[in-house]
């Protein structure tokens, strides 16, 4: 029996909601791009924002490589494994790109849900590729779990820059205008 057989469901939910998610962020980005440009924000749209679109990303190619009818698990778990292998790579391009720009500087919660929890979930994802033959069961689980916490990490880090930009940003513009 195939291992991938009982989570067609599963896949289809979390696929389809990284989807629509990513849909969202472009709305998002479209209503607050009347805002005016802020010096370095840029940079930051590159730490905060475009991770947030590659975490959604991820999480639908998983959807889709794990809803292919595949006959066996090595083709899954191989592309699992590279994306995970690529998200970790991608991420200390983003801590990187956190420490060097210069519009906002990062607190505890930022560190969390744009670093450390993003790692842990592609060091999992590409983890579980080794693990599959020998716990395939497992494995899978750990895929899931990989899926899950990247859609989470994408939900927290959309709503807190849409709350920075409505919250934060616009009263630093206002008061600058004021002055």
Excluded at 19 to 40: E, K, N, S, T, Y
Excluded at 50 to 75: D, E, K, R
Aim: net charge positive; hydrophobic share 55%.
């Amino acid at each position: 029996m195939n291992p991938l057989a009982g989570w067609e469901n599963f896949y289809v939910i979390v696929g389809s909601s990284a989807g629509a998610l990513i849909g969202l962020q472009f709305v998002v980005i479209a209503l607050i791009a009347d805002l005016p440009i802020v010096r370095g924000q840029e940079q930051a749209g590159a730490a905060f924002g475009t991770p947030t679109i590659f975490h959604f990303g991820a999480v639908l190619m998983l959807a889709a490589i794990l809803s292919a009818p595949w006959n066996g698990m090595s083709g899954a778990a191989f592309l699992c494994g590279l994306l995970g292998f690529i998200g970790v790579i991608y991420e200390i391009v983003v801590i990187r790109r956190m420490k060097t720009q210069i519009t906002y500087q990062p607190v505890f919660e930022d560190w969390l849900f744009h670093a450390l929890l993003p790692v842990a979930a592609y060091a999992t994802l590409a983890s579980s590729a080794f693990a599959y033959r020998a716990h395939s069961r497992v494995s899978l689980f750990a895929v899931a779990a990989a899926a899950l916490l990247l859609l989470f990490i994408g939900i927290h880090n959309a709503w807190d820059a849409v709350t920075y930009h409505v919250f934060h940003l616009r009263k630093k513009v206002q008061r600058s205008t004021v002055d």
